[in-house]
């Protein structure tokens, strides 16, 4: 029991830290959101009013006159644009003198008002402020782009403007006076509040560098009084109460505040609930161990015991141990029961399958998904369909290739088998269905087959395909998922039985596999079909098929394999070409078993590859006897200055155009080059024998003179033929020397 209160003590003290890791994540969380909203807001705040940040830091008289000053004329056009603000912090009376007019910029580029221009720039440098480096052009074509709505009428503004709520802060203005006052851009509070709506659960102040607060959100009349003091912030006071998020802008400060109480109080919430659900857990353990100690708990061992070692007793002894637990529990309603008799079976069964299927652990890339509750428990007959997959010696297999299509094999087979489950073993390159009804098997069998012939025709993979109604016993399975590498293997299948047996009979079933047809004996029957010896074949196709029940269903089954192969081979024998597609297609419009199509499916393949190895060696060999032919022709006729083209063409039988398409094809050059080659490969075998003149040699390579063989055949070698000759001599005279000298 005391293990018991340490492992509770343990669980306390993870749940606090856990919990502890929770709420610091979602302060993090929401300081991150709200900065990151701030953020946002004050990017888009500043390209609504298009704030330059270019701006002049230096009071330059010269370049304010330059870029403010604009005539009478122009003022008046663009008035209705302008905003008028009457400030005692600005010297009205010192422009009321002068009859030009001047725009007033803040540093950040943003005209807020119109005023006649002093002339006496020593005057008007001492009046005025800091500028931005942004032209009167510019600032009227900018200002266009804000909302006619998102200011406030200058007629309705009232100074000094920090006592105005919704004024954000953008400029200071420094008078000749040692007096100084701030001037505020104003802007709606609608607007502001469309600004600032991605924070939705937090409390917003805006206030400018001078601390006067400038714009609130989601305040109450008790917040203003506890946190602001002569529209002062009291920061002291607010961070206590909140988590603030401050980011930082142009003169101004955007504060996000999110209640503590509001979080932690979740976050309490929160733990209050897991402790409560963690007290619940402790008590059901507490129940679940005092009801079971004073009740027989070996069975309950034993299932434990049995996972950990997977070690099988006997025969039936699982099933005996779940359903004994089954009782246990059930005797003492420590589970839920719904109808009695079909939900307990119900529920042996899910947790047999659980635990068979659901719960092994295997080192082996396969999936394993079944659900056996509709089958009968005492009776769990398996198909077992297999396509096995197997890479050529020395070849790594493409598993991402085997794994597309066995995903499409099973997209395919969706709604056309019912199916309990499949198995897919990708590292062994094999996969299987599971099925319960005994009369699928003819349906797993073709459905096989066309995967494979799918596999086949658009991946190039080869695969064998097999398919028998199998028994296995539960124990054994269980066994074998576990290994994951026997689980498709041949230890893991049991004969084939035509009905279904207990998979817990401890009767020793002999250990006849189904094996496939050799080699040798399906050469035989094909050599029996091919002479018309069908007794013989018929014979050898029973001796090879005995073992496959499904497959003997009369005679007529027999004598179409044997009509279809033998049709196959006759065409074979003829030394015509034929589609294996256009065969596949026909084999299926066949009705027949899932053997027999297997069967003929295999026979057709091998077929079909001899087919094409047959058309390959015709290829080959009617290319060789064109080689030779035209090898015969050239050298007879080598001599003829009349051997073109069109000359062998006629001689050998051909059209022009088919015999140059021909000629290049099997030979892998035109004709006048194969020619040229040849004579002048002759020519210069003759010249270096010395024994002709270079008009014979002429004459006998089919040149028309001594000339055209000289051209060509410097054209050829780089030199002469008598040049040719000459080094020929001096070599040899060379040798003769040395020799002499040795």
């Given at each position: 029991?005391?293990?018991?209160?340490?492992?509770?003590?343990?669980?306390?003290?993870?749940?606090?830290?856990?919990?502890?890791?929770?709420?610091?994540?979602?302060?993090?969380?929401?300081?991150?959101?709200?900065?990151?909203?701030?953020?946002?807001?004050?990017?888009?705040?500043?390209?609504?009013?298009?704030?330059?940040?270019?701006?002049?830091?230096?009071?330059?008289?010269?370049?304010?006159?330059?870029?403010?000053?604009?005539?009478?004329?122009?003022?008046?056009?663009?008035q209705d644009t302008l905003l008028h603000i009457r400030s005692s912090c600005v010297n009205y009376s010192v422009f009321s003198e002068f009859g030009e007019y001047a725009i007033c910029f803040d540093k950040s580029g943003v005209a807020f008002g119109s005023y006649s221009v002093c002339t006496d720039i020593n005057r008007f440098?001492?009046?005025?402020?800091?500028?931005?480096?942004?032209?009167?052009?510019?600032?009227?074509?900018?200002?266009?782009?804000?909302?006619?709505?998102?200011?406030?009428?200058?007629?309705?503004?009232?100074?000094?403007?920090?006592?105005?709520?919704?004024?954000?802060?953008?400029?200071?203005?420094?008078?000749?006076?040692?007096?100084?006052?701030?001037?505020?851009?104003?802007?709606?509070?609608?607007?502001?509040?469309q600004l600032f709506e991605p924070i939705e659960n937090s409390k917003i102040m805006v206030r400018n560098n001078q601390g006067a607060v400038l714009y609130t959100r989601n305040w109450s009349d008790e917040d203003a009084e506890r946190y602001m003091w002569d529209g002062q912030l009291n920061l002291e006071a607010l961070n206590?109460?909140?988590?603030?998020?401050?980011?930082?802008?142009?003169?101004?400060?955007?504060?996000?505040?999110?209640?503590?109480?509001?979080?932690?109080?979740?976050?309490?919430?929160?733990?209050?609930?897991?402790?409560?659900?963690?007290?619940?857990?402790?008590?059901?353990?507490?129940?679940?161990?005092?009801?079971?100690?004073?009740?027989?708990?070996?069975?309950?061992?034993?299932?434990?015991?049995?996972?950990?070692?997977?070690?099988?007793?006997?025969?039936?002894?699982?099933?005996?141990?779940?359903?004994?637990?089954?009782?246990?529990?059930?005797?003492?309603?420590?589970?839920?029961?719904?109808?009695?008799?079909?939900?307990?079976?119900?529920?042996?069964?899910?947790?047999?399958?659980?635990?068979?299927?659901?719960?092994?652990?295997?080192?082996?890339?396969?999936?394993?998904?079944?659900?056996?509750?509709?089958?009968?428990?005492?009776?769990?007959?398996?198909?077992?369909?297999?396509?096995?997959?197997?890479?050529?010696?020395?070849?790594?297999?493409?598993?991402?290739?085997?794994?597309?299509?066995?995903?499409?094999?099973?997209?395919?087979?969706?709604?056309?088998?019912?199916?309990?489950?499949?198995?897919?073993?990708?590292?062994?390159?094999?996969?299987?269905?599971?099925?319960?009804?005994?009369?699928?098997?003819?349906?797993?069998?073709?459905?096989?087959?066309?995967?494979a012939e799918a596999v086949h025709m658009e991946d190039a993979l080869e695969v064998r395909v097999s398919a028998a109604m199998q028994v296995m016993r539960v124990e054994e399975l269980y066994q074998a998922a576990q290994a994951g590498s026997r689980f498709l293997g041949r230890e893991s299948f049991r004969p084939e039985s035509?009905?279904?047996?207990?998979?817990?009979?401890?009767?020793?079933?002999?250990?006849?596999?189904?094996?496939?047809?050799?080699?040798?004996?399906?050469?035989?029957?094909?050599?029996?079909?091919?002479?018309?010896?069908?007794?013989?074949?018929?014979?050898?196709?029973?001796?090879?098929?005995?073992?496959?029940?499904?497959?003997?269903?009369?005679?007529?089954?027999?004598?179409?394999?044997?009509?279809?192969?033998?049709?196959?081979?006759?065409?074979?024998?003829?030394?015509?070409?034929?589609?294996?597609?256009?065969?596949?297609?026909?084999?299926?419009?066949?009705?027949?078993?899932?053997?027999?199509?297997?069967?003929?499916?295999?026979?057709?393949?091998?077929?079909?590859?001899?087919?094409?190895?047959?058309?390959?060696?015709?290829?080959?060999?009617?290319?060789?006897?064109?080689?030779?032919?035209?090898?015969?022709?050239?050298?007879?006729?080598?001599?003829?200055?009349?051997?073109?083209?069109?000359?062998?063409?006629?001689?050998?039988?051909?059209?022009?155009?088919?015999?140059?398409?021909?000629?290049?094809?099997?030979?892998?050059?035109?004709?006048?080059?194969?020619?040229?080659?040849?004579?002048?490969?002759?020519?210069?075998?003759?010249?270096?024998?010395?024994?002709?003149?270079?008009?014979?040699?002429?004459?006998?390579?089919?040149?028309?003179?001594?000339?055209?063989?000289?051209?060509?055949?410097?054209?050829?070698?780089?030199?002469?033929?008598?040049?040719?000759?000459?080094?020929?001599?001096?070599?040899?005279?060379?040798?003769?020397?040395?020799?002499?000298?040795?």
């Open positions: 029991m005391k293990s018991y209160l340490l492992l509770m003590m343990i669980f306390a003290v993870v749940i606090f830290l856990v919990l502890s890791y929770m709420r610091q994540r979602q302060i993090d969380f929401i300081t991150q959101r709200n900065s990151s909203v701030a953020e946002q807001v004050l990017n888009s705040f500043e390209e609504k009013v298009l704030v330059i940040k270019k701006f002049s830091q230096q009071i330059a008289t010269r370049e304010f006159y330059q870029f403010a000053r604009l005539d009478q004329e122009e003022a008046m056009q663009n440098y001492g009046t005025l402020f800091q500028f931005g480096d942004m032209s009167a052009n510019e600032f009227f074509s900018y200002k266009k782009q804000l909302p006619a709505e998102s200011f406030l009428p200058y007629s309705t503004m009232e100074f000094p403007p920090r006592s105005y709520e919704g004024m954000i802060y953008y400029i200071k203005l420094y008078p000749y006076s040692d007096s100084s006052a701030s001037l505020f851009f104003v802007l709606r509070d609608t607007y502001l509040d206590q109460d909140y988590i603030l998020t401050v980011q930082k802008g142009v003169g101004i400060d955007y504060i996000c505040m999110t209640s503590r109480e509001e979080l932690f109080g979740g976050v309490n919430s929160l733990f209050l609930l897991l402790f409560a659900i963690f007290l619940v857990l402790i008590v059901g353990m507490v129940a679940i161990i005092a009801a079971i100690s004073s009740h027989n708990s070996v069975w309950v061992q034993k299932i434990l015991l049995h996972r950990k070692s997977g070690h099988s007793e006997t025969k039936g002894s699982i099933y005996k141990e779940i359903s004994d637990a089954f009782d246990v529990l059930q005797h003492d309603n420590l589970i839920l029961q719904g109808e009695r008799d079909s939900s307990m079976e119900m529920l042996r069964r899910n947790f047999f399958l659980n635990l068979l299927m659901g719960k092994a652990k295997q080192p082996y890339d396969y999936t394993l998904l079944g659900n056996g509750a509709s089958a009968r428990w005492e009776q769990y007959g398996l198909v077992m369909a297999s396509l096995e997959y197997r890479a050529p010696d020395g070849e790594t297999p493409d598993l991402q290739l085997l794994r597309r299509s066995f995903e499409s094999w099973y997209q395919e087979a969706e709604g056309r088998i019912s199916r309990e489950g499949y198995v897919v073993c990708l590292e062994t390159g094999r996969m299987a269905a599971v099925v319960k009804e005994e009369d699928r098997i003819d349906a797993v069998a073709q459905m096989l087959l066309e995967s035509r009905g279904l047996c207990s998979p817990f009979d401890a009767q020793e079933i002999p250990d006849t596999r189904l094996r496939p047809a050799s080699e040798e004996k399906t050469k035989v029957l094909f050599t029996a079909a091919k002479s018309g010896n069908l007794k013989e074949a018929e014979e050898l196709l029973r001796d090879i098929f005995q073992k496959t029940a499904e497959f003997v269903r009369g005679d007529e089954e027999k004598t179409e394999f044997l009509a279809r192969i033998s049709q196959l081979l006759l065409l074979l024998d003829s030394g015509e070409s034929f589609s294996e597609k256009d065969w596949m297609d026909a084999l299926r419009q066949i009705p027949m078993s899932g053997t027999m199509f297997a069967c003929l499916y295999a026979s057709i393949r091998r077929i079909c590859l001899e087919n094409k190895k047959l058309q390959k060696s015709k290829k080959d060999t009617a290319r060789e006897e064109f080689r030779e032919k035209v090898r015969l022709l050239v050298d007879e006729e080598l001599s003829n200055q009349e051997m073109s083209l069109n000359y062998a063409a006629e001689k050998l039988g051909f059209s022009h155009a088919y015999f140059s398409s021909l000629f290049k094809e099997n030979m892998g050059e035109n004709f006048s080059a194969y020619l040229e080659r040849l004579r002048m490969q002759k020519a210069h075998a003759l010249v270096l024998e010395g024994q002709y003149t270079l008009d014979e040699i002429a004459g006998m390579c089919g040149y028309a003179n001594s000339n055209t063989f000289r051209r060509i055949y410097r054209k050829v070698y780089g030199v002469t033929p008598s040049m040719m000759r000459s080094m020929k001599k001096q070599e040899e005279q060379q040798k003769k020397a040395k020799k002499n000298e040795e």
